[in-house]
């Protein structure tokens, strides 16, 4: 008979005293008065750290942490004071410890917790040095790069009762202090911050009042506020598995998460390139809730060979940079769909409780049932971000061959209709119309097979600002926004038609919303924003935001030009002359009227002219 028990995800930190009975035998009461103290320390310091204390044995302690970083800075904190303590105590006389801290899953009862989470944490107590902490590779995860601490590979251990190698790591104390400071969480804030708590290893976050931020096709644009809105960051999932030919893979991986998670409308979620900036980079998480405005942290990392495969993910309040929840997930290659979902849900069933079930079902829509074509997706979608003319047409070839295992995979068919798009955006074809046609009709396929494919409408939206299809572009965008309205590049797009079509307040509105999603959104944000403030009229604003910034690999002469009719405009003669010298120098057959005809309103028109000839350009 099954009995249901009671599990969670636990830190759990052992400490024992090195060499007690023999202090015993030599100093029985002055080993007690010291035991005392120093179990003491233990106590207020694991509270301090939003730990408890749930065992003893007289020279020991057994505590769990809900965070494993929070565990390391507790035990790095009780060694450094003990260390102070005993500087002041002959050598044969002091009292040192050994810590041991494991992240696992431990089964609770009562107040004691069981399991192999436990046992292998009092395993690695007995390999730490004396005064030293050691830390299984599990520990190691989550708070590497988390802390200013080094940590010295002890390999694979084989210890006693454990049925697998337990991959081991010290903490080398003497070399480097922690730069940040432990925050003061007693075991009473922590539980009413938390609020509902830790459901089978699911922190859920409670009390988050969720407010939609979507709008259609009848509805100005508005920038995302950030009161009462969560925002949460997928950063890159790293690829740990000593191949770096998966690097794709954690690449896919990140960004199927943030699909999943942009699809629900009470969330707000960083977009790729936001994320993506700190790939291979170990940055203090709360300094990247900082730098991107978010409150939670999506982390993780990939292990694994050509049969089985290991997943880590790991959920992170920015503010505090403590773990909220982690989970990791074992599966075979051929269950990598279930292996993705069942990372999605966890992280959507934490953050997005009240998200009604029609949204979730289909955050999580299975795009295809083939396990080697959703693999040339991924290996495609690494060429293709790398943005040149080599990748584009490798990536274009990866899609092909996705499309010959899946012809109904409409995904697929959009990424292929980007490259054609980006051939073109980009200048690597002489046939621009022929790869415009060819964008549109990938997408329209991938729109027969999936309607709800939000980048297939956002590839339509463009090859419609191509064709000065404003209002039909404008159309598309909103479409792509219903179906993922935290999607900066959509918000990117639609700002750009916006600035074209010479709607400038909603334009500048949709940029500043790709912007408030993403550091660094792709599709000319920045230039088509300058455009949008020289149509009203703010020439200081368009040159702001246009001066000393890179140009695009491709027109590099339309920010030139909005910046010389600026400069024209408030007659900056000599400032006027530099920008319009670039503008001939990046695209010598420039005309004025052929420039000014892709406005939509006459007004613009004219008045584009008007600054662009104050500027010298004909």
Not at 571 to 599: C, G, I, M
Request: charged content about 25%.
């Amino acid at each position: 008979m099954m009995i249901n028990q009671e599990r969670r995800l636990a830190a759990i930190l052992i400490a024992d005293v090195v060499g007690y009975s023999r202090l015993m035998s030599e100093q029985e009461e002055t080993t007690l008065i010291n035991l005392t103290d120093r179990l003491q320390l233990f106590e207020r310091t694991i509270k301090n750290h939003g730990g408890r204390v749930f065992g003893s044995a007289g020279d020991s302690v057994i505590a769990e942490f809900p965070s494993p970083v929070e565990a390391v800075r507790c035990s790095v904190v009780v060694q450094r004071n003990l260390q102070q303590k005993n500087d002041k105590i002959p050598e044969d006389k002091r009292m040192q410890f050994r810590i041991g801290i494991n992240l696992g899953d431990v089964i609770v009862k009562n107040d004691n917790l069981y399991g192999d989470g436990v046992n292998v944490a009092a395993r690695l107590e007995t390999m730490a040095n004396p005064g030293g902490i050691c830390i299984s590779g599990s520990v190691y995860d989550q708070v590497e790069g988390k802390l200013s601490l080094e940590f010295e590979y002890l390999g694979e251990q084989n210890v006693k009762n454990i049925s697998r190698p337990l991959r081991t790591y010290n903490i080398r104390l003497k070399q480097v202090e922690p730069t940040v400071a432990s925050p003061v969480i007693n075991r009473r804030e922590w539980s009413i911050w938390l609020g509902s708590a830790v459901l089978i290893g699911i922190t859920i976050i409670g009390a988050i009042h969720w407010f939609r931020f979507g709008f259609n096709s009848n509805e100005t644009l508005e920038a995302p506020s950030v009161v009462n809105r969560t925002f949460i960051a997928v950063l890159p999932f790293r690829n740990l598995s000593g191949n770096p030919e998966k690097e794709y893979f954690s690449d896919g991986l990140t960004e199927d998460i943030i699909a999943a998670l942009g699809r629900f409308s009470s969330l707000s979620v960083i977009g790729r390139e936001g994320s993506f900036q700190y790939k291979n980079k170990s940055v203090d998480p709360r300094k990247i809730g900082r730098d991107l405005g978010v409150n939670y942290l999506l982390s993780g990392s990939i292990r694994g060979d050509q049969d089985k495969l290991q997943v880590s993910a790991s959920l992170i309040d920015a503010a505090r940079g403590i773990l909220l929840w982690s989970e990791r997930f074992s599966e075979n290659i051929e269950d990598l769909f279930i292996l993705q979902k069942n990372i999605t849900r966890r992280v959507v069933g934490s953050l997005a409780i009240k998200v009604n079930q029609i949204e979730r079902q289909r955050a999580f829509t299975k795009t295809t049932s083939n396990l080697e074509a959703y693999d040339y997706l991924l290996r495609g979608s690494h060429f293709f971000y790398k943005s040149t003319r080599t990748d584009n047409i490798k990536a274009a070839e990866y899609f092909q061959k996705a499309l010959e295992l899946d012809k109904n995979y409409a995904l697929a068919y959009a990424m292929l209709g980007w490259t054609q798009y980006e051939s073109v955006a980009s200048g690597w074809t002489q046939f621009a119309g022929e790869s415009l046609s060819l964008a549109e009709e990938f997408a329209q396929k991938g729109l027969n097979l999936d309607k709800e494919n939000s980048e297939c409408h956002k590839l339509l939206g463009l090859v419609n600002l191509h064709h000065r299809n404003y209002e039909k572009g404008i159309k598309e965008l909103h479409k792509a926004l219903d179906i993922n309205p935290s999607d900066p590049e959509s918000y990117a797009i639609l700002g750009s038609i916006f600035a074209w079509a010479g709607r400038s307040d909603e334009a500048i509105k949709g940029i500043k919303s790709a912007f408030r999603l993403s550091s660094n959104p792709r599709y000319r944000s920045y230039q088509h924003l300058g455009l949008a403030y020289y149509l009203k009229g703010e020439y200081e604003a368009a040159i702001e935001t246009l001066i000393d910034r890179p140009a695009d690999q491709y027109q590099k002469f339309i920010p030139f030009a909005i910046l010389a009719a600026s400069y024209g405009q408030l007659d900056k003669v000599d400032e006027a002359s530099v920008a319009a010298q670039n503008v001939l120098r990046y695209f010598p057959f420039f005309r004025t009227n052929d420039f000014v005809s892709q406005l939509s309103r006459q007004k613009d028109r004219t008045h584009m002219a008007q600054g662009l000839q104050k500027a010298g350009l004909k």
